[in-house]
C-alpha cells in the first residue's frame, strides 16, 4: 500500500535549548491504523465544581472557557464525574444519592435528589450545553458503606456478594447496580446523558476517604450484574468502564480474571501513580488513562524549566506514550480547575479567587484535545527528529485526514 504513505519534510523548531534546529522527515503510513480516540478530560469532583461555581459569573465562563472551549481553551471532550457514597457533605466529601440503608439489599430503595451533586450536575449541563461534550463517566469511588463489608464507604473493605464478600445483611450487588443506574436516569432528566459508567476507583488502594477494595474476580462478579441491570434499563447504549487501579502494572493483573466479562467491558481504565501507561494492556477493549497528575509538586506555570514533574513540555510527552505506547484512546488529568498550591490541577484558583491561572500543562492537554478530536484513528509513522515522540492522525469526517506531530508542537491539517 506504498501509495498510501506520503512524506513530510518539515523544518522542525526546536522545544528546549539543547535540540538544535534541523531538517527532517517524517512519514506517515496510512495502511497502518491503530486505535480510534475518544478525547482528553479531567474531572471536577470531591467539591472542586463548586469551587468553580462559587467565582463570580465571569470567572465561572472563563474556567469553562479554559477548559472546554475549543478556541480559547484546552477543548476537552471528556468529563469524568465522582458518584457520591458518603453519608453527608462534610469536607471534601461525595454525598451518596441514598445515605442511609432501605433496610437490606431488598428493601424498596429511598433514593434522595439533590439536583446539584456538588456541582458536578452544573459543570456537566455546561459542557454539555455550551460547548458540545458528548463524553461523560461517571465513576463511584466506593459502594455506600453499608453495602460494603466494612460498612463504611472509606478505609477500603469489598462490595458485599462478589466472591469472599460474604455479610450478614446480605447480597447488595444487585442494589449496587440499580443505584447506579439511578444516577444516571437523574443526569438523563436534566439533559446530560452518561456514557461511561465505572463503579470501582483504585481497588487496590485503601485509604481514608471512599475506596473500595475489588480483585479482578471480584470486578467480574459485579460486571455480570451490571450489565443485564443496564440492558433493562435501556442503558444499552452506556459502556462499563473498569477499573481505574491506580497503576497501568496493576490493571493488568485485574484483567488476568475478567476474561470471562470480555464482551460486557467498554473501556478498560487504568491511573498512572503507581506505574505509567508505557505497554498495551491485554484486553480488546477501548483502554483509557483516567487519572494522572503531579500531586505533590510545588505550583508551577512552567512549559521546561528541569524536566520538573508539573511541567507542560513533560506532560506534552506523557500523553504521546500513552496514545503510542500503551494504546490508549483517551487521557485524562486528575483535576481541571481548584484552588490550592500543588500541581494536582490544570488551573488554579488564585488565593483571594479574584483570577484564574493557568499552567502549560493545560496548554499540553489542549495541544492535544484540540487537534486530536475523539473519532480520530492513530495511524503509522516513522522517521523524524531524533529523540522527538512523533504520532499522527487520520481524521475520517469529511474526508479530511488530520496529522499530528506532538512533541514538535507541530500540527498540520491536509
Ligand atoms: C469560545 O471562545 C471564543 C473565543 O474567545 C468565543 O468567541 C466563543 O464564544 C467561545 N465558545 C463558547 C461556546 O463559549
Ligand atoms: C425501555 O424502552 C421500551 C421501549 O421504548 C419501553 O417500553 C420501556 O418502558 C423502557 N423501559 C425503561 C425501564 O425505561
Ligand atoms: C489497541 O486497542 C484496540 C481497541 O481500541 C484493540 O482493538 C487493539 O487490539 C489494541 N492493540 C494492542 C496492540 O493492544
Ligand atoms: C501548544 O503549546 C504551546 C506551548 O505552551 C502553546 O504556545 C500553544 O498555544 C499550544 N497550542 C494550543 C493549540 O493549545
Same mark, same amino acid.
Given at each position: ?25 517524517? %512519514? ?5 491504523? /491503530?486505535? @480510534? ?11 472542586? =465544581? &463548586? ?10 465562563? /472563563? ?5 472546554? &472551549? ?9 468529563? *469524568? ?36 451533586? &456538588? ?25 455506600? #458503606? ?5 460498612? &463504611?464507604?472509606?478505609? #477500603? ?6 466472591? !469472599? ?20 436516569? /437523574? ?21 481514608? /476517604? ?16 451490571? *450489565?443485564?441491570? $443496564?440492558?433493562?434499563?435501556?442503558? @444499552? ?17 485485574? $484483567?488476568?480474571?475478567? #476474561?470471562?466479562?470480555? #464482551? ?14 508505557? %505497554? ?16 505533590? +509538586? ?6 521546561? %524549566? ?5 511541567? +507542560? ?67 503509522? @509513522? ?9 504520532? =499522527?492522525?487520520?481524521?475520517?469526517? +469529511? !474526508?479530511?485526514? !488530520? ?12
Amino acid at each position: 500500500m506504498a501509495h498510501l504513505a506520503f512524506l513530510i519534510a518539515l523544518a522542525v523548531p526546536s522545544l528546549c535549548s539543547f535540540i538544535p534546529r534541523q531538517a527532517s522527515t517524517i %512519514t506517515v503510513d496510512l495502511s497502518k491504523t /491503530y486505535q @480510534t480516540m475518544d478525547g482528553f478530560g479531567t474531572s471536577e469532583t470531591f467539591q472542586r =465544581a &463548586n469551587q468553580i461555581h462559587a467565582l463570580s459569573p465571569e470567572l465561572q465562563r /472563563y474556567a469553562l472557557d479554559l477548559l472546554f &472551549n475549543q478556541t480559547s481553551g484546552a477543548g476537552l471532550s471528556i468529563l *469524568r464525574n465522582g458518584i457520591g457514597s458518603s453519608p453527608d457533605s462534610s469536607s471534601d466529601h461525595m454525598v451518596s444519592i441514598q445515605p442511609k440503608s432501605p433496610g437490606g439489599p431488598s428493601a424498596t430503595p429511598k433514593y434522595v435528589w439533590d439536583g446539584n451533586d &456538588n456541582s458536578q450536575v452544573w459543570v456537566s449541563t455546561e459542557a454539555a450545553k455550551t460547548y458540545g461534550v458528548t463524553t461523560f463517566y461517571a465513576d463511584a469511588w466506593s459502594a455506600p #458503606g453499608y453495602m460494603k463489608t466494612n460498612n &463504611n464507604d472509606a478505609n #477500603g473493605g469489598s462490595l458485599c456478594g462478589v466472591s !469472599g464478600a460474604t455479610c450478614a445483611s446480605g447480597d447488595w450487588r444487585q442494589a449496587y447496580a440499580d443505584y447506579l443506574v439511578q444516577y444516571m436516569s /437523574y443526569y438523563k432528566s436534566v439533559g446530560v446523558d452518561i456514557t461511561h459508567v465505572g463503579f470501582l476507583n483504585e481497588p487496590d488502594l485503601t485509604t481514608s /476517604y471512599a475506596s473500595m477494595r475489588s480483585s479482578g474476580q471480584q470486578a467480574a462478579d459485579f460486571i455480570k450484574v451490571l *450489565r443485564p441491570t $443496564l440492558d433493562r434499563a435501556n442503558m @444499552t447504549g452506556v459502556k462499563i468502564a473498569c477499573c481505574d487501579a491506580e497503576g497501568w502494572s496493576s490493571q493488568g493483573s485485574m $484483567l488476568g480474571a475478567m #476474561g470471562s466479562v470480555e #464482551g460486557m467491558l467498554g473501556v478498560v481504565t487504568a491511573h498512572s501513580y503507581t506505574s505509567q501507561p508505557t %505497554t498495551p494492556l491485554s484486553t480488546k477493549s477501548r483502554v483509557w488513562q483516567t487519572e494522572a497528575a503531579d500531586l505533590q +509538586g510545588a505550583w508551577t506555570t512552567s512549559w521546561y %524549566t528541569n524536566s520538573g514533574a508539573g511541567e +507542560g513540555l513533560l506532560w506534552a510527552q506523557k500523553i504521546s506514550d500513552a496514545v503510542v505506547h500503551a494504546n490508549c484512546s483517551a487521557y485524562l488529568y486528575w483535576i481541571g480547575v481548584q484552588s490550592g498550591a500543588t500541581n494536582s490541577k490544570l488551573v488554579r484558583i488564585s488565593d483571594d479567587k479574584k483570577s484564574l491561572i493557568s499552567s502549560k500543562r493545560l496548554w499540553a492537554m489542549a495541544n492535544w484535545s484540540r487537534g486530536v478530536r475523539p473519532g480520530d484513528v492513530r495511524v503509522g @509513522t516513522s522517521g523524524g527528529p531524533q529523540g522527538g515522540r512523533v504520532s =499522527a492522525f487520520w481524521r475520517k469526517e +469529511g !474526508g479530511r485526514r !488530520g496529522l499530528r506531530i506532538t512533541s514538535m508542537m507541530l500540527r498540520m491539517w491536509m
